[in-house]
């Protein structure tokens, strides 16, 4: 797609031709006379519209379709008049090259949550949401902006930024919305499993509970996807203290793992076993879930290291003989969340040392 800087009645032909309109039928399409389209035909270069006309013609042209305007541009360039920086015509969506580029700041900016480097991440998708209007872009450009939003909502979500106009819910809803109108199932329940992890971290568990369910059975998703969703069901139960159902239902998610081969997954889902066993008071249980997460789970990942320090902090805290253990091992969590800015993470141990401190003060009652 292109912008006019000043139209001129070379401009105005390429695009009366690029709408493969007649003289007469332009004109009506303008609401301008015959005798305007005429004269700006004549005259070319040597003739401007007058400053309400040329809104019209912007206007025409930002409705016209993308192949109107490749067809708008290439008649241009044939005329002697390319788009480009200091022409009175300039492009403003992504040529192809663009398009590779961009996909390939998406994978970058895959890479970069795993190791919690938000900055850049979010660097390289700004760099591209803020240049482009979603209004101007074509369905690739429209699909490579919606992943970019999606991927944007996940790093406000590890950062803990749930709600708001800046916000993981407010990311994630617009990418949906983008999805939506290019009719593409997975993404959009994707998303859905997204904003249930939003509602489950801002502690709306029943909510949660609900929406997983649902997507476990839900044929839009993979059968990663779906078995997480079965996971994460069980984690807003265990939270909202329903641990038998809870551990049921985790424990096939388990199983599922093992079958579909997800090792990293599969360590995942015994340490949020190890905690549901913890909330059922089976601390020996717990204690041989966690030992097998931490054996097997990914280390490469800030996020997850924290994760797994600090279940294993807040078993040894249910044992008043590891009490001290515990709160080692929590302050080193603490640290490491400070450290790459993991603010959910941080509430979540503050909160579990809170818990701590309330129960040895009423147990000295």
């Given at each position: 797609?292109?912008?006019?800087?000043?139209w001129?009645?070379?401009?105005?032909?390429?695009?009366?031709?690029?709408?493969?309109?007649?003289?007469?039928?332009?004109?009506?399409?303008?609401?301008?006379?015959?005798?305007?389209?005429?004269?700006?035909?004549?005259?070319?270069?040597?003739t401007?519209?007058?400053?309400?006309?040329?809104?019209i013609?912007?206007?025409?042209?930002?409705?016209?379709?993308?192949?109107?305007?490749?067809?708008?541009?290439?008649l241009?360039?044939?005329?002697g008049?390319?788009?480009g920086?200091?022409?009175?015509?300039?492009?403003?969506?992504?040529?192809?090259?663009?398009?590779?580029?961009?996909?390939?700041?998406?994978?970058?900016?895959?890479?970069?949550?795993?190791?919690?480097?938000?900055?850049?991440?979010?660097h390289?998708?700004?760099?591209?949401?803020?240049?482009?209007?979603?209004?101007?872009?074509?369905?690739?450009?429209?699909?490579?902006?919606?992943?970019?939003?999606?991927?944007?909502?996940?790093?406000?979500?590890?950062?803990?930024?749930?709600?708001?106009?800046?916000?993981?819910?407010?990311?994630?809803?617009?990418?949906?919305?983008?999805?939506?109108?290019?009719?593409?199932?997975?993404?959009?329940?994707?998303?859905?499993?997204?904003?249930?992890?939003?509602?489950?971290?801002?502690?709306?568990?029943e909510?949660?509970?609900?929406?997983?369910?649902?997507?476990?059975?839900?044929?839009?998703?993979?059968?990663?996807?779906?078995?997480?969703?079965?996971?994460?069901v069980?984690?807003?139960?265990?939270?909202?203290?329903?641990?038998?159902?809870?551990?049921?239902?985790?424990?096939a998610?388990?199983?599922?793992?093992?079958?579909?081969?997800?090792a990293?997954?599969?360590?995942?889902?015994?340490q949020?076993?190890?905690?549901?066993?913890?909330?059922?008071?089976?601390?020996?249980?717990?204690?041989?879930?966690?030992?097998?997460?931490?054996s097997?789970?990914?280390?490469?990942?800030?996020?997850?290291?924290?994760?797994?320090?600090?279940?294993?902090?807040?078993?040894?805290?249910?044992d008043?003989?590891?009490?001290d253990?515990?709160?080692?091992?929590?302050?080193?969590?603490?640290?490491?969340?400070?450290?790459?800015?993991?603010?959910?993470?941080?509430?979540?141990?503050?909160?579990?040392r809170?818990?701590?401190?309330?129960?040895?003060?009423?147990?000295?009652?």
């Amino acid at each position: 797609m292109a912008t006019v800087q000043q139209w001129s009645g070379l401009e105005a032909r390429a695009l009366r031709r690029a709408l493969r309109m007649s003289v007469r039928t332009f004109a009506g399409h303008l609401g301008v006379a015959v005798a305007t389209v005429s004269k700006w035909e004549r005259l070319g270069t040597d003739t401007h519209p007058r400053p309400d006309t040329q809104a019209i013609l912007d206007t025409a042209l930002a409705r016209s379709d993308a192949a109107a305007h490749l067809r708008f541009e290439t008649l241009l360039s044939e005329a002697g008049r390319p788009a480009g920086p200091g022409q009175p015509v300039t492009a403003t969506s992504p040529r192809l090259w663009e398009y590779e580029t961009w996909t390939d700041d998406l994978e970058r900016a895959v890479a970069s949550p795993t190791r919690q480097n938000f900055s850049p991440a979010a660097h390289l998708l700004n760099r591209w949401l803020s240049r482009w209007n979603p209004r101007e872009l074509d369905d690739k450009g429209l699909y490579l902006f919606a992943r970019s939003t999606a991927l944007l909502g996940d790093l406000r979500r590890d950062q803990g930024i749930l709600f708001g106009p800046i916000s993981a819910y407010h990311s994630y809803s617009d990418a949906r919305s983008i999805f939506a109108q290019l009719g593409v199932p997975r993404r959009i329940a994707q998303l859905d499993l997204s904003l249930a992890v939003v509602a489950e971290m801002s502690g709306k568990l029943e909510s949660a509970a609900h929406q997983y369910e649902t997507l476990a059975v839900d044929d839009r998703l993979s059968s990663r996807d779906r078995a997480r969703a079965r996971l994460w069901v069980g984690t807003a139960l265990s939270k909202h203290g329903h641990h038998d159902y809870a551990i049921r239902v985790m424990s096939a998610a388990t199983r599922e793992f093992d079958h579909l081969g997800e090792a990293d997954d599969w360590s995942v889902a015994h340490q949020k076993l190890a905690l549901a066993h913890r909330g059922a008071g089976e601390l020996t249980k717990a204690l041989q879930l966690i030992d097998i997460a931490r054996s097997t789970g990914t280390a490469d990942s800030p996020m997850q290291q924290v994760r797994l320090d600090t279940a294993y902090g807040h078993i040894l805290l249910s044992d008043r003989a590891t009490v001290d253990d515990g709160l080692k091992v929590l302050d080193q969590a603490g640290r490491s969340a400070a450290q790459y800015g993991l603010v959910h993470q941080l509430r979540s141990i503050e909160s579990i040392r809170q818990t701590t401190q309330e129960a040895a003060r009423l147990r000295r009652r």
